[in-house]
């Protein structure tokens, strides 16, 4: 079983946990992920790393209640325990000096975005940070992710903070003035196809971190895969991030609507 050490809100139905979980908090990189179980009868959920400190065994998650599982969570109280906590998995994040690198995050893909740029930053490089979401409330980590980047710019839809409008407006700009050496997009499927269909005019190297439905997390089951270039690939092992002028962004949109209707249910009878 894992605690819950500490919970908090950090954004409107968007939380920030700390688990003890030891091993994991000593081996995770960045870019690595978990998948918890709540209990028994818990489905599985992939959650992205958001940080850890090793001396304390503690590892830190960051999830929005977009599903039953994730409210289920949210409803947890400090001190709750988690049945299973299975990680770290995937492949961590290539850290090394690239020179300027463009992280482009979009709503809770920020808490992904933050340990990739922070380990980058480390190495050397110099971090553009794009932001975006609806309106300013949903920005989170702010204050973080001003620590982590050279350049630290908004987009949201409304206009309440940066510029009014989308990521990639940003982005055009950013790329047009600047000579980008790697860029990162980590956030909604149509936010990072949209990234990768302009860094591919300009030829920078894109990296996506992708977020499919997963089982196992182990490449057994087969839920996860996605088609890069062509090939089959499993995110849970060969990912989670991929070249993103290489994937098949359709097929990986259409697949998670697969289980659409099911989820509302699920959702509906958590609730009611
Ligand atoms: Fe089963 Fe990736 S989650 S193969």
Known sequence: ??????????????????????????NAKAGQFVIFRIDDKGERVPLTVAGTDPQKGLVRIIFQEVGKSTM????????????????????????????????????????????????????????????????KDLIILEDELKRESDLLLFATNDGTLGIKGFVTAVLKDVISREKIDIAYAIGPVPMMKAVAELTMLKRIKTLV???????????????????????MKFVCVDGPEFDAHYVNWEELASRLELFKNLEKISVDKFKY
Do not use: H, W
């Open 1 to 26: 079983m894992y605690k819950i050490i500490s919970k908090k809100e950090i954004g409107p139905k968007v939380r920030t946990y700390e688990i003890c979980a030891p091993e994991i908090a000593r």
């Open 72 to 135: 289920q969570l949210a409803s947890l109280c400090e001190g709750d325990c988690i049945k299973d906590f299975a990680g770290p998995l995937g492949r961590p994040t290539e850290i090394k000096k690239y020179g300027t690198v463009v992280a482009v995050a979009g709503g809770v893909g920020t808490a992904e975005v933050l340990p990739v740029i922070k380990e980058l930053k480390q190495a050397g490089n110099r971090i553009i940070t794009v932001v975006g979401a609806r309106c």
């Open 209 to 231: 971190s992708l977020s499919p439905i997963m089982l196992d997390g182990t490449g057994m089951c087969g839920a996860c895969r996605v088609s890069i270039g062509g090939k």
